[in-house]
Every structure is written in structure tokens, then in C-alpha cells.
């Protein structure tokens, strides 16, 4: 474990208390909270992504310590290095990763973490395989798994591809969860960027009753007139 021990070290070194205690708060990490209980030692994303690639030969049993870490950027940092495997890795190793993926989202618990690997790990392994998988994380009990769910179609938003994020969208349109009607707002806006008739068809099916977030979300880039007639439910 001498490869994880150094891994330690530098971020140690790299550790900004400052810059903690404002992660603590921007990530909701209080009692009640979304992320109650993580531990940021202050480190931004640029200097994890460099640590990644210097470590991305990092052993997968080093990998999966890591990933269990109470440290909110050693998480992080243990599912960059995932991400760079599995664009490196053949059929079998990118199976190995998934699977790691989805036994650890105990661990993939909060938005950040979610938002940065879903679509490259789990959207891009069942891009060309039976997706019902999405379907059971969306109907999950943990909001994190949700999030996976709506989060790995971005993979397939991207390719022009939307049944799938629709799918789960309207899976997800009564989802207590303000972390989810964001995450699927942004996912129908990120079609519409793609194919605007596509989204309204859903909206205009849907608006009325979705999570006022979701909306919003959904309709920011829309031109201000057509933006105010969904939001006062005239379209």
C-alpha cells in the first residue's frame, strides 16, 4: 500500500483548511444534511484531476481503499483514477470497474461525485448492453443512485441519443428530492440544446406537475417570453 500512502501525503500537502470549511458549507455537510459527515481536507478539482493521472496505475485494491476513504477528495480522486482506467481498459477491466461502481455507491454520496463519473463509467458500459440497471437505481431508495440514474444518460444525451433520460425523467418527476429535480431539469435542458421539439414534447406532457426546480431548470435557455408562459403554465 505504498502507492496509497504517497497518494496520502500529497494531498495532505495539498490541503487547504480554508478552503475546507467553505467545501463543509457549499457541500451541506451538517447534521440533517445531504452530506452529513464528510470530511474535506480543501483541495480543488484541477490539482485531484493532475493527481489522477499521475496515479492512474494505482492497483484496483488500492483503488477500492480509497474509494471507502471518510475524506470527501480521496473519494473523489479514487473515481478519477476509475474514469482513466476504464477509458484504458479492455472489455473485462471496464466490467471489473463497473461493477466496482455500482457496489460502491455508498460511497459516491454527493452531487459532485456523482455528476463528474456516472456518464463515463455507467452510462458509457450499458451504452451497448440492457439498461435496465438505470431503471432500478431510479427507483432507488438512496438519492445518490438516483442521481446515477439520470446522470449516466448524459453519456447517451451527447450522441443524440434522449429515450433513455426521458425514461427516467418521468420516473423521477414525483422525486421528494431537490438534488434530483435539478439533476433532471439540467438533463432536459441538455436535450433541448440538442433538439428543443424534443424536450417541449416532454414538457408540454409533463410541466404542470413536475417540481417547480425541474422546470426552471429545464427551461433557462428557453427565450424569455416562451420561458414566462411555462412558468405561468400557458403554454
Not at 104 to 112: A, G
Not at 180 to 198: F, T
Not at 212 to 218: D, E, F, I, K, S
Request: zero cysteines; glycine letters at 4%.
Amino acid at each position: 500500500m505504498a502507492r496509497l500512502q504517497e497518494i496520502r501525503q500529497k494531498l495532505d500537502d495539498l490541503a487547504d483548511p480554508r478552503r475546507a470549511a467553505v467545501h463543509q458549507r457549499f457541500f451541506r455537510t451538517g447534521p440533517g444534511e445531504y452530506g452529513e459527515g464528510d470530511r474535506f481536507l480543501g483541495i480543488r478539482v484541477p490539482l485531484l484531476r493532475t493527481l489522477a493521472r499521475e496515479f492512474r496505475d494505482l492497483s484496483l485494491p488500492e483503488t477500492t481503499k480509497l474509494l471507502s476513504s471518510p475524506i470527501h477528495e480521496e473519494r473523489f480522486l479514487a473515481l478519477l483514477i476509475m474514469v482513466l482506467k476504464y477509458r484504458a481498459g479492455d472489455e473485462n477491466e471496464r466490467e471489473t470497474l463497473y461493477r466496482l461502481y455500482l457496489d460502491s455507491t455508498r460511497y459516491i454520496n454527493n452531487w459532485d461525485l456523482v455528476d463528474t463519473t456516472a456518464e463515463h463509467i455507467v452510462g458509457d458500459y450499458l451504452r451497448e448492453r440492457d439498461r435496465s440497471a438505470l431503471r432500478k437505481l431510479a427507483v432507488s431508495t438512496s438519492l445518490w443512485e438516483r442521481r446515477i440514474a439520470i446522470l449516466a444518460t448524459f453519456h447517451y444525451i451527447k450522441r443524440g441519443s434522449f429515450d433513455e433520460t426521458l425514461a427516467i425523467a418521468e420516473a423521477l418527476l414525483e422525486d421528494p428530492e431537490d438534488l434530483i429535480h435539478k439533476a433532471v431539469g439540467w438533463m432536459l435542458r441538455e436535450i433541448g440544446k440538442r433538439d428543443r421539439k424534443v424536450e417541449e414534447e416532454f414538457l408540454r406532457r409533463h410541466y404542470k406537475v413536475m417540481p417547480r426546480t425541474m422546470l426552471r431548470y429545464a427551461i433557462e435557455k428557453f427565450p424569455e417570453p416562451l420561458r414566462q408562459r411555462y412558468l405561468k403554465g400557458k403554454v
